[in-house]
């Protein structure tokens, strides 16, 4: 009894991870993005360096020197996007065995206890590349900011994204940066149009306005105004709920039934296990949910194939026109 405690709690700790994950990847993302813009740039200078007949070796070797370290800041967060994908891909094989009625407790036990150890090698392996890439971008930052033709391309805002101060290396724990605080901008309305677009790649969630206000009192030093809560909490990539659609399905109703009903951890799972694979329900749907009653609701329209009956909001489905072959 004991151990299935300990794998219920355990399970809910991998969960929040790969919740987590997602925030991460992000901020990797958000990393690889300006090196490898600076890259772009670099190489460019490299090729005019190359055809100018006023350049000296030594000055074109420095140059080549400071890609080098670029190319390697980009390895390395690709190294660190690589090894959360490998946690991902461990945590989902995990979730699909426990719906196995066979999987032993002693089993999930065991490999539970080896992804926390693959999470703790991810954790120790991150803090070193990230060191190591604050160090390198310094250089990289230093050089642009001193040489005249590549000064124009220095951003402060892009490059705080390599600040180590702005980095947490624990996946577990990994949370936004705090942006500064601003006035809130009390101007909105509730918004009760689920809008999923193919053509902006974006899953518009709805929100009322004592939504948005409760993020902003919650958490003053995260979001500066309205704008900041919608764009982050209710506008998202479309392929969060399309890559996994099973995982995405687990994800967003155990979401609804243990954050937003409070119920708990077995009852969110068991309900989570039991629409995982139901897949005309759209994932997407279900984030924009507010209650487990509202899922109900659901379902029952999409088994009737009423969805226009919906009541709780409106939904929209933008598809991308055909190809023509």
């Known amino acids: 009894m004991n151990d299935m405690y300990l794998n219920v709690s355990s399970f809910n700790d991998l969960f929040k991870i790969l919740k987590n994950k997602n925030s991460y990847v992000d901020n990797a993302d958000s990393r690889l993005e300006v090196a490898q813009k600076r890259q772009k740039q670099l190489t460019t200078y490299i090729e005019q360096l190359k055809s100018s007949n006023m350049t000296n070796k030594e000055s074109l070797m420095n140059t080549e020197d400071v890609l080098k370290i670029l190319n390697s800041i980009i390895d390395n ?40 150890k693959d999470i703790d090698s991810f954790d120790e392996l991150s803090t070193k590349l990230n060191q190591d890439i604050y160090d390198k971008y310094s250089i990289v930052k230093n050089f642009f900011a001193n040489t005249p ?42 918004n009760l149009v689920l809008r999923i677009s193919e053509r902006d790649n974006k899953v518009y969630l709805p929100y009322t306005k004592a939504e948005v206000l409760k993020y902003l009192e919650t958490y003053p030093k995260v979001f500066k105004d309205s704008s900041s809560v919608i764009n982050r909490e209710f ?74 009956e919906f009541k709780p909001f409106k939904i929209i489905f933008e598809i991308n026109p055909a190809k023509r072959h």
């Open 235 to 308: 506008i998202m990539d479309l392929t969060f709920y399309t890559r996994h659609t099973f995982l995405a399905r687990f994800r967003e109703v155990f979401s609804l039934i243990r954050n937003r009903e409070m119920k708990s951890f077995a009852d969110a799972l068991k309900r989570a296990f039991d629409l995982m694979f139901k897949y005309e329900l759209n994932p997407a749907l279900v984030a924009g949910l507010k209650s487990e009653a509202q899922l109900d609701s659901l379902l029952e329209c999409l088994e009737k194939n009423t969805l226009d």
């Open 77 to 116: 967060l690709n190294i660190t996007k690589e090894g959360l994908e490998v946690i991902e891909k461990n945590i989902l094989r995990l979730i699909a065995k426990k719906e196995d009625l066979s999987y032993a407790d002693s089993d999930l036990s065991e490999d539970i206890n080896k992804i926390k």
């Open 149 to 190: 033709a590549l000064s124009m391309y220095s951003d402060p805002s892009e490059d705080a994204a390599f600040e180590l101060s702005n980095q947490n290396n624990n996946i577990a724990d990994f949370s936004a940066s705090a942006l500064n605080n601003s006035s809130i901008n009390l101007d909105i309305e509730d």
